[in-house]
């Protein structure tokens, strides 16, 4: 999260980034302001990055420590155990789905006593820690961040490349097309579709779903389905969309969906997890039932009747993301959060 870790650096005199060894160039700026150190656990038990990380803080005595992965979660909860000074231990929970206690990986990382406050990216990962016994003031939402950056290529220029008419109204995803991304709920509502003109459906994502594989293979979508495979910085290509649709089964804050808001597309979501908190159905575009084909089959349908409402939508959201979701405004929130968990301790 190099854009963030930049944002909150301005406003932190003594910052120590511990980030994989492959991303220390991405902070070298931050090097003159800070400590980069590489580092990364090899699991949830690892001696040795447990080690480092108990000298790392027995030396630089932080007051927050702010872990963004489970390994270096329960890295942090085993290396401050020795220390006679501990840091607040904050953590960043991106996944809206159950714990258990009975999971000694969970107890180890967002269950464990030690865990000072839990930094949320969305209400619905929230709720279930709560739901798990965690208490409900020690789970702060922190929406993820993303900065706008101006597409690489136009929308005819990415036509071009897809072999999509460049007058075409072009509906479609961004993801690794795993089930829990309901793709198949996706081209299921493309099949119902298939009578709307000058209408493509394009994927951008590996398949990894059976269900999708199977699907692409019939004769449903005549010569407008485009699978175009794994693309490097595919977020930065979601202008080409009119509308773009993420009809997840389960789901936190879809990146995915944060990316294409930015650049300007229409979004159509499933209310999986937080992307109903994101895009707030009739104002930022449209949110139906997960797991719900027909209803989704409509909504597309009533956008590519109302090219103004698409228009509309987009404008919106667009802004939306801008508001709520640009490192800067996430930085602050978080640095607020510091500041309260260092004052309860005073």
Known sequence: M????????????????????????????????????????????????????????????????????????????????????????????????????????????????????????????????????????????????????????????????????????VVGTTACIRLIKGIDILLEAAARCVDLPNVYWLLIGPVEDARVAKLIRKPLFGNRLRMVGLIDNAGALANVFDIFVMPSREEALCQALLEAMSQGACPVVSDAGGMKELVRSGIDGIVVPRENSVLLADAIRLLCADRSLVNRYACSAQKRIEAICSPENMANRVLQMYSSLIATES
């Open 2 to 169: 190099p854009d963030f870790v930049d944002a909150v650096s301005k406003h932190v005199e003594d910052l120590t980034i511990l980030t994989h060894p492959t991303l220390v160039s991405r902070h070298e700026l931050l090097a003159s302001r800070g400590q980069v150190i590489p580092f990364w656990p090899k699991s949830k038990v690892d001696p040795i990055a447990i080690r480092s990380l108990f000298r790392v803080l027995r030396d630089n005595k932080p007051d927050i420590l702010h872990a963004f992965s489970p390994r270096s979660l329960a890295t942090s909860v085993f290396a401050t155990m020795g220390l006679r000074q501990s840091p607040k231990i904050v953590s960043y929970r991106r996944i809206a789905h159950a714990l258990s206690w009975f999971d000694p990986g969970n107890y180890i990382t967002f269950l464990h006593p030690r865990i000072d406050l839990h930094c949320c990216e969305s209400d619905a990962c929230a709720e279930y820690l709560v739901e798990a016994g965690v208490p409900r003031d020690k789970c702060k939402t922190i929406y993820n961040c993303i900065r706008y950056q101006p597409p690489p290529f136009s929308k005819q220029q990415l036509c071009e490349r897809f072999n999509i008419p460049s007058d075409a109204f």
